[in-house]
Structures are given as C-alpha cells and as structure tokens.
C-alpha cells in the first residue's frame, strides 16, 4: 500500500511541477515539451523519476540538462503522501507549488496562499480546540512585523500569509515549531552558502552570490512538514 501511495504522489509531484512552472501563463493544458529545444515529450519521458534516470538528466533530442527539480519534488511529494494526514494533503500540494514557485520567483501568488489559508481556516474549524487558532493570527504578526519594520527587506509579506496558514492549519504546539524550525534551517543553509561563497563554488555551480536573495517560503513549508511528522512541540505550547 505504501508503495502505490508513494507512486500517485510522485505522479501528482509531477503535475505541481506543471502548475507551478506555468503559474504564470495559466496554461496547464498543453503537451509537456522541452523548455529548451521545445520537443514535445513522449510518455515513457514523464514517468516521475524512473524517466530523470533512464534519460541521465538530459534531454533525449537536445541533450540539454534536465533539472534535478523534477525529481526532488516528485520524491518529495511521494513522501508527503505517505506521512501527511489526507485531509492536510490538499493544502501541503499548495505548499508544494508555493515552494517550487517562490524558489524560482521570490515571490508567493496571492491565490495559492488564500487558497492554502481557505483550506487551513475549513481544516481547523473541524480538528482543534479554540486556543489552536491563536497559533495562525500570532505567527502572522510575527512575521508581518519583520516586513514592517524592515520595510519587506526582511522578509516578504507573502511569508507573514502563509504563517497565517501554518499556524491554522497545525495549531499551537505544532505551528511554532514550525516556524522555530524555519529559522534554524535558514541559518543553516546561510551558514552553507556562507562557506560555499568563500570557494567560488557558490556562484559556479548554483549561479548564485553571497548577497543573493534566498525565499523564507520553502523553510517555513519544510519545518511545517517536519513538525507535523515528528509531533513537535519545541517551544513547550500547549492546548488549554
């Protein structure tokens, strides 16, 4: 059973990969193709990861580079589906697309996050104890008090938006920890990039600089997903 729920969620990594590439041009359609010499792919080209590697990340016309981007969130969304509740699932593929969107955009669509807040909002109206919803507004002004104060140098708007959903959707215990572990995985991957940057490795191999801007969505959205599945509970907040 593990193993089919695995694979649909693989299969669905792969459509979110669409969405969120195609946000933009709200053409969610058209027949998967190349993005560099625009061949129209064939099926046996876009099963989730058993593709990636029969075709040693290259493209078979052009031979370009496919990005590891495709495989990582067609893992990553197979293994959402195997630790995340069912009704959470819904609002974790958003969070999918908010991630692989803001990574490339550094910026969060208003519509997949009010979605993501909708479903949190219908999520905690069934699933927790009053004191709970506190967690979703009390992670808001955290983080919308950063973008104020640092006039959105900090930390976008988008970000303060999706901790609205966050905390609604896990509750108190587990929303903080959240968020305490969003920023412990920030520091963590500045304190890499930090040291990668002094080798030149940084901008050679990931095309990017020390002043270069780094998206606070997909931390938030990781330390969601390990708080969920570890029962986190760092700051010690309980239900009353």
């Known amino acids: 059973m593990d193993i089919f729920l695995f ?3 693989a299969i ?3 459509f979110l990969n669409v969405v969120a590439l195609r946000w933009d041009e709200k053409n969610f359609n058209g027949r998967s193709e190349c993005p560099h010499c625009h061949k129209v792919l064939r099926w046996w080209e876009l099963v989730p990861v058993f593709s990636f590697l029969v075709l040693r990340a290259r493209c078979s016309s052009c031979k370009h580079k496919i ?3 495709y495989p990582l969130v067609e893992i990553w969304t197979g293994l959402i589906f195997l630790t995340v509740p069912y009704l959470m699932l819904p609002i974790f593929c958003i969070y999918v697309v908010i991630t692989i969107y803001d990574f490339k955009y550094k910026i969060i669509p208003d519509p997949l996050v009010y979605a993501a807040i909708i479903l949190s909002i219908l999520y905690a109206f069934v699933s927790y104890d009053p004191i709970d919803w506190l967690a979703g507004p009390i992670i808001f002004l955290f983080f919308a008090a950063i973008w104020f104060f640092s006039q959105g140098r900090a ?4 970000d303060a938006k999706l901790g609205l959903s966050v905390g609604l959707l896990l509750g108190m215990a587990q929303g903080l920890s959240a968020i305490t572990l969003a920023f412990w995985i920030g ?3 500045s304190l890499i990039l930090m040291a990668l940057s002094k080798f ?3 901008k050679s191999a990931l095309g990017l600089t020390i002043k270069s801007e780094v998206p606070f969505a997909p931390f938030i959205i990781l330390g969601a997903w390990i708080s969920l599945i570890f029962d986190l509970n760092i700051l010690h907040a309980s239900s009353l």
């Open 12 to 14: 669905i990594g792969s």
């Open 187 to 189: 520091a963590c991957v």
């Open 155 to 158: 930390m976008g708007f988008g």
């Open 200 to 202: 030149g490795f940084l």
């Open 7 to 9: 694979i649909f969620g």
């Open 67 to 69: 990005s590891f981007q």
